[in-house]
């Protein structure tokens, strides 16, 4: 089974500045998703952005950006310019690319932006 | 479009009576996720539907846990009998045709069983 690890419960960024969010994951497929979600109080999940395991380009989305390691398992995610509406719960996930369906999450991150 | 739409969006009972969750997805979407959220076990994925059929219920916790969908545009998850463990954030999510397409989260329904 796949396990998604974030071993950070909680970041804490300056208004402006540049935050890094950690992920590891376990899998013995070579085709796969990986996707960052983020979750503010409203509880409402949001799509960040995703990866495909079989491409080397790293994704980036406006201010977001990832840092794909394959070899490594990890999939960080490089927020830019952080503004106060990022504050929120940010989870990383897995979905298998064949077969099983549904995501994987980490426990996530509760990332605080600082005024 | 509406998105995933789940009701009730808050639902407060009593240890041992039943509950029903229910979930209309996107329009056109064919594969339906129910999934729970915990402070101790965080997101965990429940059951998949693919065209209206039950592909995964691995993740169901017990046999008070049971989900059903009759059509493509509505789903429900029953627990029967509610144990005040099941109290929790569940969300039901849609995902259109093509493997890596995005799965669209509803709002979710916060059950608290007393």
């Known amino acids: 089974a796949q396990t998604v690890t974030q071993s950070q419960p909680e970041m804490s960024v300056q208004e402006a500045e540049t935050v890094t969010l950690s992920c590891t994951y376990d899998?013995?497929?070579?085709?796969?998703?990986l996707f960052w979600y983020k979750q503010p109080p409203s509880r409402q999940m949001i799509l960040v952005i995703r990866q495909e395991a079989y491409k080397q380009q790293n994704a980036t989305e406006n201010r977001f950006s990832v840092n794909f390691q394959k070899a490594a398992k990890s999939f960080s995610l490089k927020i830019s310019d952080s503004q106060l509406g990022d504050a929120a719960m940010y989870f990383c996930?897995?979905?298998?690319?064949?077969?099983?369906?549904?995501?994987?999450f980490g426990k996530g991150t509760h990332l605080i932006i600082q005024p | 479009d509406a998105g995933v739409i789940q009701s009730p969006r808050h639902e407060v009972t009593e240890m041992g009576q039943e509950v029903t969750l229910r979930c209309k997805p996107i329009?056109?979407?064919?594969?339906l996720f129910w999934y729970r959220q915990t402070m101790m076990r965080g997101l965990e994925l429940l059951i998949y539907f693919n065209n209206n059929v039950p592909i995964d219920d691995s993740g169901m916790p017990e046999d008070r846990f049971s989900a059903k969908m009759p059509n493509a545009s509505f789903s429900t998850l029953k627990i029967q009998p509610s144990e005040p463990r099941d109290s929790a954030v569940y969300f039901c999510?849609?995902?259109?045709?093509?493997?890596?397409?995005?799965?669209?989260f509803g709002p979710g329904t916060r059950l608290t069983v007393l």
């Open positions: 329009s056109g979407h064919n594969s």
């Open positions: 996930a897995y979905k298998s690319g064949g077969g099983a369906d549904g995501l994987t």
């Open positions: 899998t013995s497929e070579s085709d796969y998703y």
């Open positions: 999510a849609s995902r259109g045709q093509g493997r890596y397409n995005e799965q669209f």
